[in-house]
């Protein structure tokens, strides 16, 4: 177990650090000039020079990197070109608030997706599973664009339910939780998305569950089907569960970008997406970094939650 | 060894019998199946809507034409007009021909490029395994749909060069799988036997280990269009898709969720149906394959994706371990 985890988090590192240099090739190797993208096309020489003297841009590539390094590891993410403000301060503001959305989406879809699974799995290739299935997948491959619109033209245009969008000025988590009206619908575009996913999951593994030796026994002992259900197919089932939460963490992050420029969500995303239309490329590098090594924690997690909770694997793997 | 295997029982003279897995992703098992039809049908039904049609349907889609914008549904427009005056229907076409051409574009050179960069990697082990999946690691650790955004800003996009970024970017789980596969493989003893009949790692390459994945990668490469097909319409939505003669069923969406609330259901309902219609189409084929393919288990096996926008993420996360 330890030289697993250890292995893990090996290659957890370097993964980390595959992802800083890619980033920055990427961000650096754009033709055109970053000056001109921010100052505008009208921008003097003497302003240009001054922009990438102060940006440090004048410097050869391999140098800049190793500034960007150095800099990283005094927790200095550079400062935005747009905003004037500390890289680190404008994502530290920002995560509270995606937590709050992921977080309450991915509970969302989780209490709708697992019990649906269980219910596919107990009628499996019935009407009523096909039925879910299809509703699952066709919500699945329509875009969150489609299904954002369609939601706000029937609950905030239609029958005025909910906000479209979030008031302007919103900083805090608890202001975000106030303004619930307009909340409601982008954790509901980014839970119908993951409901596929953990429905599914669930209900396949719950099929080899419910063909298992041990819920036959369960049920000839006299066990009530619920009980069983509960007891043994629900756990059960639930492990992979946990892997797929997991590593859908990044997958909503890249989803929420969507969903939080369709409602002015003020979290990564949007940040995101605006400094990608003003070429601000601290902001890029900077939140693109944060959400690989989020997604690194995220399958590093579910990968050792895994272990612990599964000792099959924890002792198959020492 | 407990059980002798085929060859050794071979060597004391006894047959070797042709083994088949039960089931299996034959072109026999794909004809049969109820869901790799239906889905196929639809494809087949898109395509000659979106590439025959035209030859039937005429509509000029060139001049703007300011005098018939926003039209609804009536004589000579069936499917109403657009913004700019065109024929929604015909735009339904045009846009479709760039969906279709691009999806199968991207599903075939990603999935060809992944099968290459895994095979290799599978096959040279050690070090260089060890490094070359860290890359796949690290491009995979970044959402997909943030390095599009970020690539798609660097260069003046037409068709092609979407279909090149799209197909770069999404080789990586293919390259994964493929070698997850290959390490597997390389065990066997038909791969052994090659080995110790003096065949190089990269006759086996070529003779065993390609041959023996593609199976794996027909059905990543069917899950690759739809989901490339996906992208280029959420591209088309931020607007940073190739610029306006060109359309695809994402642009025409788009453009119709934007008139939404103007009453013009006519710009919205065709692009959604049609969008929708051919990612599940493309989708449904490739999880039917990928039963067949595991054994033809009559279970629905969810093709677990990694990432939302994603593409060809599939199966890769117990892959982590190994």
Not at chain 2, 25 to 35: D, E, G, I, K, P
Not at chain 2, 129 to 158: E, K
Not at chain 2, 184 to 200: D, K, N, Y
């Amino acid at each position: 177990m330890t030289w697993y985890i250890v292995r893990r988090l090996g290659q957890a590192l370097a993964v980390v650090v595959g992802v800083m240099v890619l980033t920055f090739i990427l961000l650096h190797i754009e033709p055109g000039n970053t000056a001109k993208a921010v100052l505008g096309l009208k921008a003097t020489p003497a302003r240009i020079a001054i922009f990438d003297h102060t940006y440090g841009l004048n410097k050869p590539l391999y140098q800049q990197f190793v500034i960007y390094v150095d800099q990283l590891f005094h927790g200095n993410l550079g400062i935005s070109y747009q905003l004037q403000q500390p890289v680190t301060t404008l994502i530290a503001q920002r995560l509270p608030r995606d937590a709050v959305l992921l977080g309450l989406s991915t509970v969302l879809a989780l209490i709708v997706g697992i019990p649906t699974g269980i219910y596919q799995a107990v009628n499996h290739n019935q009407f009523a599973d096909d039925a879910l299935a299809g509703t699952w997948f066709t919500l699945y491959s329509a875009p969150d664009f489609l299904e954002a619109f369609l939601l706000i033209a029937l609950l905030c245009v239609q029958f005025h339910v909910f906000y479209a969008t979030f008031s302007g000025g919103i900083t805090s988590v608890g202001g975000l939780l106030a303004d619930w009206r307009a909340l409601v619908l982008p954790v509901l575009v980014l839970s119908i998305n993951s409901v596929a996913g953990f429905s599914q999951y669930t209900r396949t593994q719950a099929i080899q569950s419910l063909a298992s030796d041990y819920v036959r026994t369960a049920r000839a002992k006299g066990l009530s089907r619920r009980l069983v259900l509960n007891r043994h197919v629900l756990r059960n089932s639930l492990l992979p569960v946990i892997t797929i939460v997991g590593l859908s963490f990044p997958d909503i992050v890249a989803g929420a970008l969507i969903a939080e420029s369709i409602f002015n969500f003020p979290g990564m995303g949007l940040l995101f997406w605006q400094s990608a239309l003003e070429h601000d490329y601290p902001v890029m590098l900077g939140a693109t970094l944060v959400i690989g090594v989020a997604t690194v924690i995220g399958s590093l997690a579910a990968d050792l939650a895994y272990g612990v909770l599964d000792p099959r694997i924890r002792y198959g793997s020492s | 060894m407990a059980a002798p295997s085929a060859l050794e029982q071979a060597a004391e003279g006894g047959s070797i019998q042709r083994s088949r897995a039960p089931g299996g992703l034959t072109l026999r098992a794909f004809l049969r199946n109820r869901r790799t039809m239906s889905g196929l049908g639809i494809v087949v039904l898109l395509g000659l809507f979106c590439f025959a049609g035209p030859l039937v349907y005429h509509s000029q889609l060139v001049i703007v034409n300011l005098n018939i914008i926003n039209e609804p549904p009536g004589p000579g427009h069936p499917l109403g007009t657009d913004e700019y005056g065109f024929d929604v229907l015909a735009r339904l076409m045009q846009g479709g021909q760039s969906s279709l051409e691009l999806g199968f574009a991207v599903g075939i050179a990603g999935t060809v490029l992944g099968l290459l960069y895994g095979a290799i990697s599978g096959v040279l082990g050690g070090i260089w395994d060890a490094v070359l999946m860290r890359i796949v690691d690290s491009l995979l650790a970044v959402p997909t749909l943030l390095l599009l955004i970020i690539v798609s800003s660097m260069f003046s996009l037409n068709l092609f060069v979407i279909i090149v970024i799209l197909s770069v970017l999404s080789w990586p789980s293919v390259a994964r799988l493929v070698r997850g596969q290959v390490l597997e493989l390389r065990t066997r003893e038909f791969a052994q036997a090659s080995t110790g009949m003096g065949a190089t790692k990269w006759w086996i390459l070529v003779k065993h280990m390609i041959p023996n994945t593609l199976g794996i990668c027909v059905v990543t490469a069917t899950f690759g269009i739809a989901d490339a097909i996906y992208a280029l319409s959420v591209l088309s939505f931020l607007d940073i898709g190739p610029p306006p003669p060109f359309a695809d069923w994402g642009t025409l969406l788009t453009n119709g969720v934007n008139n939404l609330f103007n009453g013009y259901w006519w710009q919205v309902y065709p692009p959604m149906i049609a969008l929708i219609l051919v990612v599940l189409a493309f989708r449904q084929i490739g999880d039917a394959m990928n039963d067949l393919a595991s054994g033809g288990q009559t279970g629905r096996i969810y093709v677990r994706r990694r990432r939302r926008m994603g593409f060809l993420q599939i199966s890769t996360q117990f892959d982590l371990r190994s």
